[in-house]
């Protein structure tokens, strides 16, 4: 198991630090100098990520899976509910876009179909991006601010 995430709970501050090691971190954690004390590796890391190991614990995982709940039940993030709000106006823009190109052209009005045309294609584009963003937040939940 490769450790990508360290999780550090930190007492004193009453914070959950989630740190996605760099490739460099990573590469350092795994060398000679660390070899079987993946401890001392963190204490290098002190000042970078702004915690002690003296007033934490910690734990490394080689996924991120973050769950928060609340009343019981797992709480929706709002940033996913954000997105997928995004996604929909996105679509509903695009198939606008598209019945007025549609239209447009019809009349025989080539510039004002082309003009609408890309218009589709933006929409288009951000349905796509948003949905990339979704399907890259494997567990939104940790995005949530109050």
């Given at each position: 198991?490769?450790?990508?995430?360290?999780?550090?709970?930190?007492?004193?501050?009453?914070?959950?630090?989630?740190?996605?090691?760099?490739?460099?971190?990573?590469?350092?954690?795994?060398?000679e100098e660390y070899e079987g004390d993946f401890?001392?590796?963190?204490?290098?890391?002190?000042?970078?990520?702004?915690?002690?190991?003296?007033?934490?614990?910690?734990?490394?995982?080689?996924?991120?899976?973050?769950?928060?709940?609340?009343?019981?039940?797992?709480?929706?993030?709002s940033l996913a509910k954000y997105l997928t709000?995004?996604?929909?106006?996105?679509?509903?823009?695009?198939?606008?876009?598209?019945?007025?190109?549609?239209?447009?052209?019809?009349?025989?009005?080539?510039?004002?179909?082309?003009?609408?045309?890309?218009?589709?294609?933006?929409?288009?584009?951000?349905?796509?991006?948003?949905?990339?963003?979704?399907?890259?937040?494997?567990?939104?939940?940790?995005?949530?601010?109050k």
């Amino acid at each position: 198991m490769e450790p990508n995430y360290v999780f550090i709970l930190d007492f004193t501050q009453g914070i959950l630090n989630i740190i996605h090691l760099t490739p460099e971190e990573l590469a350092r954690s795994q060398s000679e100098e660390y070899e079987g004390d993946f401890e001392s590796f963190l204490s290098t890391l002190e000042e970078k990520y702004g915690f002690r190991l003296s007033n934490c614990q910690w734990m490394c995982s080689e996924t991120l899976s973050v769950y928060r709940y609340e009343n019981g039940e797992e709480a929706t993030s709002s940033l996913a509910k954000y997105l997928t709000s995004m996604i929909t106006k996105s679509e509903s823009d695009k198939e606008a876009w598209k019945i007025k190109a549609a239209k447009s052209f019809q009349r025989g009005e080539d510039e004002i179909a082309n003009i609408q045309r890309e218009r589709k294609a933006v929409a288009h584009g951000k349905v796509i991006a948003f949905q990339h963003i979704l399907s890259k937040l494997e567990y939104p939940n940790m995005y949530d601010k109050k």
